[in-house]
């Protein structure tokens, strides 16, 4: 059986004293989960401190971003292995992000680079959640599933099986995020369902089944269950919504 996942990307957002509310909150309201999802926070950098050293706290943390390189003059950036060391005692940190359209949007993430990011994730025993999606562009010219093809190739297959399967996959329709057009459940299975078919065909069904396979397209209580309910469609990587603990509960039991 696959694993599923909600994984919520706080994104810019919130600061030290909501990150603790958002965590007294949530854990006074743990009754109130029905589903056996596995549930990540993805909060900024800074504040992995103060979720790893709170009490009581045995959700999975995951950062959002990580540097290509090893170590050495790059000025800004973390290393894998500085996430690894950094969470050495509690061992809550697990995943994280490569890739978020966001990072591939402003920052001009290629997907070479994003290949180096996975092998230094994977190196230092942390699992990426590799982030994939078409434009709009890419969706009118029909040309959608070639450009989310190309990102899996070239970020992903350079893998060896075992290593693929440390790998969660999120695929965002870029072009449904904040634009007014909405992708339907069926758009976001089509697609999930292709980017399976791809690690079958290189990798072999077992190694396909067994690939957590995230939607990240604007997820909501009021579209989670019908998502969930694709037969392709393991999980969310959710926006806004995670950042309100009512909202984060419901999308989590819409299993």
């Not at 069926?186 to 939607?215: C, P, V, W």
């Amino acid at each position: 059986m696959r694993k599923k996942i909600v994984a919520g990307n706080w994104k810019m957002n919130l600061l030290d004293e909501e990150v603790i509310n958002f965590i007294v909150d949530f854990n006074s309201r743990k009754n109130e989960i029905e589903s056996d999802s596995e549930i990540i926070i993805l909060p900024a950098s800074i504040y992995l401190d103060t979720m790893i050293s709170m009490p009581d706290w045995d959700i999975k943390i995951g950062a959002q971003n990580c540097s290509q390189f090893n170590n050495g003059a790059y000025t800004g950036e973390i290393s894998a292995a500085m996430l690894r060391d950094f969470d050495y005692d509690s061992e809550n940190l697990h995943y994280c992000l490569v890739g978020h359209s966001e990072r591939r949007e402003y920052f001009n993430e290629q997907n070479d680079v994003l290949a180096e990011k996975v092998n230094r994730l994977i190196e230092n025993g942390l699992k990426p959640i590799y982030c994939c999606g078409e434009e709009l562009q890419h969706r009118e010219s029909e040309s959608h599933f070639d450009w989310v093809q190309a990102q899996i190739e070239e970020g992903l297959f350079h893998l060896k099986e075992e290593e693929l399967k440390q790998v969660v996959i999120a695929y965002e329709p870029v072009w449904a995020i904040g634009t007014g057009k909405t992708a339907t459940s069926n758009q976001a299975q089509e697609m999930h369902a292709f980017i399976r078919s791809l690690i079958a065909k290189k990798y072999g069904d077992a190694t396909a089944n067994s690939i957590s396979i995230l939607y990240g397209g604007s997820c909501k209580p009021e579209n989670a269950s019908e998502l969930f309910d694709q037969p392709d469609i393991d999980g969310g990587l959710i926006g806004g919504a995670s950042l309100k603990v009512d909202s984060f509960i419901q999308i989590i039991n819409s299993f």
